[in-house]
C-alpha cells in the first residue's frame, strides 16, 4: 500500500538524528617506502611483520592503518583480522583502535601478487601506522627495513624486508590517499528493551543509498531505499511495519548501507555517507537514531578491478572477501563492544537531506522489499 507523498522537512518532528560511521584520519604516504620479499617468483605471497610497543604510561586515543599492496593484503593486528584490499591504487584507511593495547602490538600483514596482471607483474606493499596519544602527540610507523619477511605464515622471525623504493616510483607513482567516500558499506547496530510485545511498530527509515536491515537476526528489509533524484535535494524514506519482529524483553536492530558517493543518471550523490531511523512503537515508546547506536565499516566489501560500471550508473560492482568477514554481526548475541558509536549530524532537515517522499509496504513472516513511491 503506498501513503501520500510526504516531506521529510514537513513532518511535525522526528525523533531520529542522521547519523555515519566515525571519519579516521587522513594518512599521507610519503615518508613510507614500497618494500617486498626477497624472493624472485612472481607468484610469490610473502608476510611481512611488525612488532610495536606503547608505553603504560602513554595513553592511546587511535591507532589508525594505512596500507596498499600490489595486488592484494591482508591485515591482521594481535591475532585479528581487521581489513584488506584487493584495490592498491585506492587504499582505505583501518581503524585498530579496537584492538590496540599498552606494550607490545604484533602486525602481520600477508600479501600476494597477481601473475596475471601481464609480464611486469610488479608487486609491492606500503603503509603507514598512525598512532595519536591523548596529549596531543603523534607517532608514526612506515614500512621500511625495520619490518621483518616472514619465512612462512606462523614464524615470528625473519630478514629485513626489500626496499623497492620510496613513495611515488614507478610503476606506481602517487596513490590517493585520502579518506575514501565512495562504495563506503557501514554496519548499525541498536540494542533495546521493551516492556511487552507491541501491537503496532512503524519504522521511518531513509539512507543513502541502500540498506538491508534485521531485527533480532530477521531480515525485515531486503534493499531499502530508492534512488535520490532527479531533483538534488530529494530523498525518500521508507515508512516499514516492524511488529512481526519485534518481541518483549530486548531486541537488536542491524542495518547494512551501502553509500555510492557519486552521480549518476538517475541518482544524485548527497555527498554523505548517513542513515536515518525512527521507530514507533505503539504510541507509547520512540527510537531513534543518534550518537548511542554502534556503527562500523565492513571490512569485506571494497572496489573491483575493471570494467567498472559507466558513468550513468551510480553503484559501484560488489566485490566481498570472505576472509575479512564481520561473522554473525547482525545476531542479537554478537559482541560489538569494540564497535564505535555512530556520529550524530542532526536532526533533519539536513543541509544534505532537504525533503523525502513516504512510501508505505505491507509485510509478511519474510523479508520486505519497500513498494515504489507515488
Known sequence: MLANAVELSARDSWQGQWIGPAKLPDIDLQEASWIWSNETRR????????DITTSDDARVASVTALF????HYRLQVNGRILGGSSDWQHPRAIDLTPVWRSGSNTILIHAKNNINDGPSSAAGLIGKILISFADGRAQSIVTDADWRCLSSPTSSTGQPARILGAY?????GEIKTQTNTTNLWTCYRKQFS???????AVARIAVDSKYWLWVNGKLAVFEG????????????FDEVDLTPFLQAGNNTIAVLAWHWGKDGYSHKNSGKNGFLFELDVDSHFSLGSDATWKAQIHPAFGRTGEP???YRMPDEN???DARLDLGAWTAPEFDD?????????GLPPMSFRKSARAKRSSHDSRAISPSLPI
Open 168 to 172: 611515488g616510483m614507478e610503476p606506481w
Open 318 to 320: 560488489v566485490h566481498f
Open 337 to 345: 563492544s569494540t564497535w564505535k558509536p555512530a556520529v550524530a549530524f
Open 68 to 71: 596498499s599492496a600490489d595486488n
Open 225 to 236: 531505499s530508492l534512488k535520490r533524484g532527479p531533483t538534488p535535494q530529494d530523498t525518500y
Open 308 to 310: 567498472h560500471p559507466n
Open 43 to 50: 607468484d610469490a605471497s610473502p608476510g611481512f611483520r611488525r
Open 194 to 200: 521493551l516492556a511487552q510485545k507491541p501491537t503496532q
